[in-house]
């Protein structure tokens, strides 16, 4: 075998490569890393505020969630980096009858597939977030086992480790065309060569329909883009993440929470979805989500935003992943479409992909992610995205 074979190469070193990378190296596989950009990370992951969540509507995505807090809670233990990881849990409040309806019809399945998640009426959710507007609300849930962590040191972390058991990382490198033969896929063609491998995994984040088009496959996947910002440091005065999903005339879902430097991080989305690659920072963003951060928790009216930014989510119509092999042509798989969650899913679908590629627990990982299969439908919406 020469330099230039190997078992798989990822395409894109980012919230899904890169802890991608690590596993199947771990595995003993002989992994080549692509991506655009100079390092880890510098895609979507970095944009990411951290959130990590089990607390999804969709079965796939809980069992995925579930499996990401188990690497991000036990990493340090293990492997020695601390990558910025808090369990403060994520809250979801309710202000009106329909959010109450429908977090509490979703506690079924939650708690079904193994959440710590309970519904909490005013007074006692008030007590697990005193800074909230008590004016008009009716409760909310709580799963504490949720939390936060730094997308940039654990993508550093899931890149030594690759490394550590053999995996290559080649930056700067573009991915031109995907070598197909016979129905296989047999390698990839980028701007500095050619490279061969048994198996190509689509890891490009919101560039993953563009790359899917090279294997001459078609992926639902269209980017819209998100802003985010962060305040100077407070005292601690809020542990859990606080979501908002009631939607207004021009954003649906908001949230926010303190990271563990006293800092608020925070993000909206807007609503209708702001589609494309522009990832410029907007005037709009910050006098639109102030306001509804304001509304259920005045006390942040004086804090003073020290800078905002804007990243991509690689959306699908259902606001769902899209994971797995396709018809007809061996040797690709598609690991896109994250909607904005791929630091939270990353490490959990690296495990499952993992069990699928090697064939080492391939049975229970076609199981969990074939809900996320190209070929479902996509009429179903996702209810917490």
């Known amino acids: 075998m020469d330099n230039k074979s190997y078992d798989t190469i990822i395409i894109g070193a ?32 970095k944009e990411a505020i951290g959130g990590i969540r089990a607390t999804h509507s969709d079965p796939a995505k809980i069992r995925v969630s579930l499996k990401s807090i188990e690497i991000f809670s036990t990493w340090r233990e293990r492997y020695g980096d601390d990558i910025g990881w808090e369990q403060g849990g994520y809250s979801f409040v309710a202000y009106q009858p329909r959010e109450e309806q429908t977090l509490k019809e979703l506690l ?22 005193p800074a909230l507007n008590p004016e008009g609300l009716i409760g909310g849930t709580f799963s504490p086992g949720d939390g936060s962590a730094s997308p940039m040191l654990s993508a550093l972390a899931f890149e030594r480790q690759a490394k550590v058991s053999g995996a290559v990382f080649r930056y700067k490198e573009n991915v031109t065309g995907i070598q197909r033969q016979n129905g296989r896929v047999t390698g990839v063609t980028t701007d500095k060569g050619t490279y061969h491998a048994k198996m190509v995994v689509n890891a490009a984040g919101p560039w993953g329909r563009e790359v899917a088009e090279l294997a001459g496959v078609d992926v639902p996947v269209n980017p819209d883009s998100h802003e985010g910002g962060i305040t100077e440091p407070v005292a601690h005065f809020l542990r859990p993440m606080v979501v908002d999903i009631r939607p207004t005339d021009d954003s649906a879902n908001y949230y926010f929470y303190q990271h563990h430097t006293g800092q608020i991080i925070f993000c909206i989305t807007p609503n209708p979805p702001i589609y494309g690659k522009d990832r410029r920072e907007t005037s709009v963003f910050l006098p639109q989500v102030a306001k509804r951060m304001l509304e259920i928790m005045p006390c942040l009216k004086n804090i ?25 042509l061996e040797g690709y798989f598609n690991a896109v479409g994250m909607c904005g969650q791929g630091y939270m899913l990353g490490p959990g679908l ?3 992909i993992r069990q699928w590629i090697t064939g080492d627990g391939a049975e229970q990982a076609r199981e969990v992610l074939a809900p996320l299969s190209l070929y479902r439908d996509f009429g179903k919406k996702e209810k917490l995205k």
Do not use: C, H
């Open 108 to 129: 079924v399945i939650q708690k079904q597939l193994g959440l710590d998640i309970d519904w909490y009426d005013k007074p006692a959710f008030l007590e697990i977030i």
């Open 304 to 328: 003073k935003v020290r800078r905002t930014w804007r990243g991509l989510y690689p959306m699908t119509p259902d606001g769902a992943p899209i994971v797995g092999e396709v018809e007809g």
């Open 14 to 45: 980012g919230s899904v490569g890169a802890p991608l990378a690590w596993q199947l190296a771990e595995a003993g596989e002989k992994v080549l890393v692509f991506d655009q950009f100079a390092s880890v990370g510098q895609g979507s992951n």
């Open 350 to 352: 690296a495990t499952f």
